[in-house]
């Protein structure tokens, strides 16, 4: 079993991790297979016996790849969208950042989850990816995101206007710093933080959230995956921000924007004992009461 391994940095507090992280992957006859730039970081500070492969690009994730680690926090699981693309290459999220709530499983968990892995008692959760459609060349060869699409004025410019329709019919015109799509996964993200609702991961729908709304009787709305939802800007800026996850561009107003289901989606790891609702209360404190 070849189990590639991404990560963005690494802690010298987190050396330890990785050590045991290999041991055990290597005593259960599986082959790491690191990210470049993370092993570069790590190699000589690391007691590592034998050679191992390295990729550095998506090009490198082929189908002798049997399942990706993401070690971080949920923007590190984030970038594997671009590395599995549409592979259908599992990706299992170790925390190592903040919050974690799609990297969920704890760094003192590394024992139990590659026994879990390698003996494969864990469950597949198939997440919805969103596709950006655009008149002009946007985001390379991977315009789809794990969370959210979002639209956003430029800086400190002044507020921008956003029509937006879904399947060509006109919904509303959102007099905002910005608006959000989410999906399901991403419903727990931005848009949450910005009142969206939370929808569970297998509820096919999207999130229409507006980011400080200039209007007191706008509110988010939930709509089936299958629309199409596209847009018109006008602004006093001549730019502003579009985004996927954690990567954005600079775009001029007058380009034509729409997003739709991606064709594929991506593979998350779960193991048995955690599901969603466990996520939220632990995560999120959902229903935190002291009289309970």
């Known amino acids: 079993m070849r189990i590639a391994i991404y990560s963005r940095g690494i ?46 690009s998506s090009d490198d994730m082929d189908t002798s790849i049997d399942c990706l680690i993401s070690l971080g926090g949920d923007g590190t699981l984030l970038d594997t969208v671009t590395l599995v693309k549409d ?27 590659v026994e879990a892995l390698l003996d494969r008692k864990y469950v597949l959760d198939k997440r919805t990816l969103l596709h950006l459609d655009a008149n002009l060349p946007l985001f390379g060869d991977v315009p789809y995101a794990l969370n959210e699409f979002t639209l956003h ?59 400080s709304p200039h209007n007191l009787n706008i509110r988010p709305i939930v709509v089936p995956d299958n ?9 006093r800026a ?3 921000i579009c985004s996927m996850d954690s990567r954005r561009e600079i775009v001029p107003k007058e380009i034509q924007l729409a997003v739709k289901k991606e064709d594929f989606g991506i593979n998350l790891i779960r193991l048995n004992e955690n599901n969603f609702l466990q996520t939220l209360r632990n995560k999120l404190s959902w229903g935190l009461d002291k009289r309970n």
């Open 11 to 56: 802690e010298n507090n987190q050396l330890q991790d990785i050590e045991l992280l290999i041991s055990e992957l290597v005593k259960h006859g599986a082959e790491p297979v690191f990210y470049q730039d993370f092993f570069n970081q790590f190699y000589s500070a690391v007691e590592i016996n034998g050679q191992y492969s390295t990729f550095n």
């Open 87 to 113: 592979t259908g290459i599992p990706v299992l999220g170790i925390n190592y950042g903040r919050l974690g709530f799609l990297a969920n499983i704890g760094r003192e968990e590394i024992n139990s989850a």
């Open 153 to 211: 004025k430029s800086d400190i410019s002044s507020m921008i206007k956003i029509h937006t329709y879904l399947n060509g019919e006109f919904l509303n015109t959102y007099w905002a710093d910005g608006l959000i799509v989410s999906t399901p996964t991403g419903s727990t993200g931005y848009s949450l933080s910005c009142n969206g609702p939370v929808v569970f991961p297998d509820s096919a729908s999207f999130v229409i959230t507006p980011v």
């Open 227 to 235: 629309t199409i939802v596209s847009f018109e800007v006008e602004g």
């Open 238 to 240: 001549d730019t502003f």
